[in-house]
């Protein structure tokens, strides 16, 4: 069980806008910043958005992120085959518990 | 550019201390203002933090692991290291290592390691 919470699935046709939901709470998302990574099969994840919704350099600005309480989201605009990939949410959680970083289960996107 | 690489056995027997390397080339782990960090991925699974280590050498541990956790940093050698003690299947994964201006947002990764446990 995720501490964050994203949609196993997604999926879309070449062209399409596609977004993937990331769903936490106060101690996490409603709280710290919300960062996006993209995982290609057999690769380590790539940071695609930090900072809720700042690309670093690199990733194309059809890649977009935003916050909203305690929620997240990735929008994938102009969706392209190579864009097949599993993406995670994380996030910092000041969990009484003790601090930690977060994720979300993954989305698998599949391009139609 | 910046590189990392992870090193250590493929295969730990159940019970035993699990010992991992990271190898930072292309620049001084003893950066300012960056986190040093680990994060596993059990087979077919998603992402799991371990732990991280800042560039003051604080450190900051998954609760749930906290207990087994040992990361540190060898400035002389421009590497981190990884000590994850009793181990058992459910540790079996792939382990990066990875770099951040915040545990949360690494945006430099190892290209991962699979560690297995069995006797």
């Known amino acids: 069980q995720s501490v ?72 994938i605009s102009g969706l392209q085959s190579e864009d097949e990939a599993d993406y995670y949410c994380a996030a910092w959680d000041d969990s009484l518990n003790g601090p930690r970083v977060v994720f979300g289960g993954g989305t698998k996107l599949t391009v139609l | 550019q910046l590189q990392l690489q992870e090193s250590g056995p493929g ?3 159940p019970s035993e201390t699990l010992s991992l390397t990271c190898t930072v080339s292309g620049g001084s782990i003893s950066s300012s203002s960056y986190y040093w960090g680990w ?4 087979p077919g699974k998603g ?51 990875a770099r951040g201006r915040i545990p949360a947002a690494s945006d430099c990764w190892g290209q991962g390691t699979l ?5």
Do not use: H, M
């Open chain 1, 4 to 75: 964050l919470t994203q949609p196993p699935s997604a999926s879309g046709t070449p062209g399409q806008r596609v977004t993937i939901s990331c769903s936490g709470s106060s101690s996490n998302i409603g709280s710290n910043s919300v960062n996006w990574y993209q995982q290609l099969p057999g690769t380590a994840p790539k940071l695609l958005i930090y900072s809720n919704n700042q690309r670093p350099s690199g990733v194309p600005d059809r890649f977009s992120g935003s916050k909203s309480g305690t929620s997240a989201s990735l929008a």
């Open chain 2, 11 to 13: 295969l730990v027997k």
């Open chain 2, 39 to 42: 994060i596993r991925q059990p």
């Open chain 2, 47 to 97: 992402l799991e933090w371990i732990g991280s280590i800042s560039y003051s050498g604080s450190t900051y541990y998954n609760p749930s692991l906290k207990s087994r956790v040992t990361i540190s940093v060898d400035t002389s050698k421009n590497q981190f290291s990884l000590k994850l003690s009793s181990v058992t299947a459910a540790d079996t994964a792939v382990y990066y290592c």
């Open chain 2, 115 to 119: 560690v297995t446990v069995s006797s």
